[in-house]
């Protein structure tokens, strides 16, 4: 390979290059390739040397400016935790797509007509190889995967780590389509009877990570949504957490008998819990104040809390309300107490400390929902929606890793997921010929940089 000078460059390389500076070009058996250049200080030799990188091939013709470096951000970040690895495995015929409406959920939502227009506005077809998609092939595409329920919990099965802590709640998908099967009327948690699915979610407390997802027909109740998912992972050896809900219909025992251990919360009105009974630890959450004692109460283990901050505002509430004149059902004793019931013997704060993580799954879920938009979706067959809820549960694992490199790196209180993706949509290749990076805004290159990701958002392919 040769270094060809400036004054020897064909003319077509002349008119693709025609006033950048730094930059030679190299040829090799007729090829052309394209390399920047800069000279910078030697302290040990005390004088300049010149440092090289490569930039791409250059070939006679022309392009436009795409999208880049948000692209190869969560590409990388996807390679990197192998979820392009196992959907390559149990969807080698779909991966691709699948790939390209996660990101499209995560980065611009669009109706399937659009996302081939807009993977065209990116690079990402340089990594999938695929073309523009018409809208009838993708619905063709989501039924094939919705129908492959082996390859989706295949695919899941791969997510969940033996001895994770795993949260699990329950939420709805709304439609107003008619022909959906899995579409049917039932209460939501505001006790409105809505067209609707059901949808569960398990997501890993230890790696704050959604790993598990399920759809059920929207007249089934709870209590057999989380009979199912149990059964789908009882060789798992996991630590089942939920919130208040799930007591009724002997789900403790169930759990118990699937060996599964659990930490749910028990009504107050439970005849297990013994109000007597003196706490003998004192620890302090969030600034509040939290008294405990644990016993056993065969086969489990009891745990009680009284929160002193929920003690005076339930009692303060209450004598409002008769000084009102109201009449109102009140134990004192009840006040500010939370009861949980586990399989597992753990120390009072501890088991505290691990139930109080589950507002994360519900934070999951306003994720999925809103950001991803997927609650309200219409699509007419079952197949396509089965499909397109897996596509969005992946876009829903894609927001998570960022969100976990952000945390990583201590931005997350002042950067979000989306102002990373749009900062990083910056990164713009032009395709001249050859593959080169327009500028890289400043604030694009000081947030890639604190995240030690700008070798990835500026790498690029051989065109």
Request: with cysteine; proline share 4%.
């Amino acid at each position: 390979m040769r270094t060809i000078p400036k004054e020897q460059w064909p003319e077509w390389i002349k008119g693709l290059l025609p006033n950048r500076k730094n930059v030679e070009v190299k040829e090799s058996n007729g090829h052309y390739y394209l390399y920047k250049y800069k000279n910078v200080w030697d302290k040990r030799l005390k004088r300049p040397k010149k440092t090289v990188s490569y930039l791409g091939v250059l070939k006679e013709r022309w392009g436009r400016i795409r999208e880049h470096g948000h692209i190869a951000f969560l590409m990388e970040l996807l390679s990197r935790h192998r979820i392009v690895k196992a959907l390559k495995k149990h969807f080698p015929y779909e991966w691709r797509e699948l790939v390209l409406f996660s990101l499209n959920r995560l980065i611009y939502p669009s109706p399937l007509k659009r996302m081939g227009s807009w993977m065209d506005k990116t690079t990402l077809d340089k990594y999938l190889g695929i073309g523009k998609i018409p809208g009838k092939q993708f619905s063709r595409i989501l039924a094939r995967v919705g129908t492959n329920t082996k390859g989706q919990s295949g695919f899941m099965r791969e997510l969940i780590e033996d001895g994770e802590l795993l949260l699990y709640d329950g939420s709805v998908v709304h439609s107003t389509s008619e022909y959906n099967k899995l579409i049917e009327f039932g209460y939501n948690k505001g006790r409105l009877l809505l067209p609707k699915a059901n949808i569960t979610l398990l997501f890993s407390r230890d790696r704050n990570l959604p790993i598990h997802f399920r759809l059920f027909f929207g007249s089934l109740h709870e209590i057999k949504t989380v009979k199912a998912v149990m059964e789908e992972i009882k060789d798992r050896d996991i630590l089942f957490i939920a919130d208040k809900g799930y007591y009724k219909n002997k789900l403790y025992e169930d759990l118990n008998a699937s060996n599964i251990r659990f930490i749910l919360p028990l009504p107050r009105d439970d005849k297990r819990i013994n109000y007597t009974k003196p706490f003998a630890q004192v620890f302090e959450y969030h600034k509040r104040i939290i008294k405990c004692n644990s016993s056993y109460v065969k086969p489990y283990y009891l745990y009680q809390f009284e929160d002193q901050h929920l003690k005076y505002v339930e009692t303060s509430h209450y004598y409002r309300k008769k000084i009102a004149g109201k009449k109102l059902k009140f134990n004192e004793y009840w006040a500010g107490r939370i009861a949980l019931l586990s399989n597992k013997r753990l120390g009072s704060k501890e088991a505290y400390l691990l139930w109080k993580t589950r507002d994360r799954i519900e934070k999951a879920f306003n994720v999925l929902q809103n950001h991803l938009e997927t609650d309200r979706p219409y699509v007419s067959r079952e197949d396509v929606f089965r499909g397109y809820i897996f596509a969005s549960f992946i876009s829903l694992l894609a927001y998570y890793l960022v969100l976990n490199l952000l945390k990583r790196h201590d931005v997350n209180d002042r950067v979000s997921v989306e102002d990373v993706l749009f900062e990083f949509s910056k990164v713009m290749v032009e395709d001249r010929g050859y593959p080169a990076f327009a500028e890289i805004p400043r604030n694009a290159e000081g947030l890639a940089k604190k995240l030690e990701v700008y070798d990835i958002i500026t790498k690029i392919w051989e065109s």
